[in-house]
T-cell receptor, first 113, second 115 residues
Framework: NAGVTQTPKFRVLKTGQSMTLLCAQD?????MYWYRQDPGMGLRLIHY???????AKGEVPDGYNVSRLKKQNFLLGLESAAPSQTSVYFC????????????FGPGTRLLVL | AQSVTQLGSHVSVSEGALVLLRCNYS??????LFWYVQYPNQGLQLLLK??????LVKGINGFEAEFKKSETSFHLTKPSAHMSDAAEYFC?????????????FGTGTRLKVLA
């Protein structure tokens, strides 16, 4: 049982390049989330999904797109990376919509030059 | 909009001293409340959570938190700090005005434990 995994762990991009971050969970969770973590700002929700084939915008969605084609995977895309997107990205998942615990991946550190 | 406030971005305590990390939330409806811990270069892991059962919640590693509706607070405490408690701690709220899907996180408190 691997929990939540994220690929890659670290990436350097040049401004304007694109990339996709992959999140996978093996806990059969319905809900999945993408956050970014910046110093002094806590975690901010980018996009989330309440089930396979569904996605919704969070607090800071601009510049990002997501897809949830399979229940276990949640992809975060950057179409044209900008230095402001330099951050640590965390994926999380949870079972239900109540007081369920969120389980986090180890994070992806992204540097955009 | 629902929010979470963590007072003190940095807290230092001596080893063996009481740990108190403060969290206040804004919600017209009692929400679900969580404390997470993040060790360097790792993801967040759950310490404890309040889901409308007992107001005093016990978590892992000797931590506990008390839900006080009248004060809209959910402060985290530990009687005696260990060096291994040095980490960043996040309070989060779910439910209430933010709906049942989203978790709202505070900005975090970095705990330093002095020998």
């Amino acid at each position: 049982n691997a929990g939540v995994t994220q690929t890659p762990k670290f990436r350097v991009l040049k401004t304007g390049q694109s990339m996709t971050l992959l999140c996978a969970q093996d806990m059969n969770h319905e809900y999945m989330y993408w956050y970014r973590q910046d110093p002094g700002m806590g975690l901010r929700l980018i996009h989330y999904s309440v089930g396979e084939g569904t996605t919704a915008k969070g607090e800071v969605p601009d510049g990002y797109n997501v897809s949830r084609l399979k229940k276990q995977n949640f992809l975060l895309g950057l179409e044209s990376a900008a230095p402001s997107q330099t951050s640590v990205y965390f994926c999380a998942s949870s079972y239900g919509s109540g007081g369920e615990t969120q389980y986090f991946g180890p994070g992806t550190r992204l540097l955009v030059l | 909009a629902q929010s979470v406030t963590q007072l003190g971005s940095h807290v230092s305590v001596s080893e063996g001293a009481l740990v108190l990390l403060r969290c206040n939330y804004s919600s017209s409806v009692p929400p679900y409340l969580f404390w997470y811990v993040q060790y360097p270069n790792q993801g967040l892991q759950l310490l404890l959570k309040y889901t409308s059962a007992a107001t005093l919640v016990k978590g892992i590693n000797g931590f506990e938190a008390e839900f006080k509706k009248s004060e809209t607070s959910f402060h985290l405490t530990k009687p005696s700090a260990h060096m291994s408690d040095a980490a960043e701690y996040f309070c989060a709220v779910k439910g209430g005005a933010s709906g049942t899907y989203k978790y709202i996180f505070g900005t975090g408190t970095r705990l330093k434990v002095l020998a």
